[in-house]
């Protein structure tokens, strides 16, 4: 299955959770939610997500200095952004549940009588 329209749909939800348990700058965001198993997950498409939440006041950001290179724009989550994401939490919970039982259905026994 391809992943990267599901992405796009969890993207938002899943940066603010990685967020939620330690601030970050942008690569490293990228790298901890592909250790999370969204291998699929763009570099541009978290960056893009990170301005956006930024912007929508779900995020606050600070600047690390770097003695070995450019200084780091880490973004923190905040007060906005934790309602944010419980709201989202629950949304994402009451849709995989429905998903779930969808696609745990066992098939019509008069479905399969028309495959033959």
Known sequence: MDTTQLLKGVLDVAVLAVLRRE???????????????????GDASVYGTLRRLYAAGSLSSYVVPS???????????????????????ASWTTFSHAM????????????TLREK
């Open 23 to 41: 601030d970050g700058y942008g690569y490293e965001i990228v790298r901890r939610l592909r250790d999370a198993g969204l291998g699929d997950v």
């Open 67 to 89: 003695d070995g290179g450019p200084h780091r724009k880490y973004y923190a989550l905040n007060a906005q952004g934790a309602r944010s994401l419980d709201e989202q939490i």
């Open 100 to 111: 779930t039982d969808l696609l745990a259905t066992p098939r019509n026994a008069s479905d």
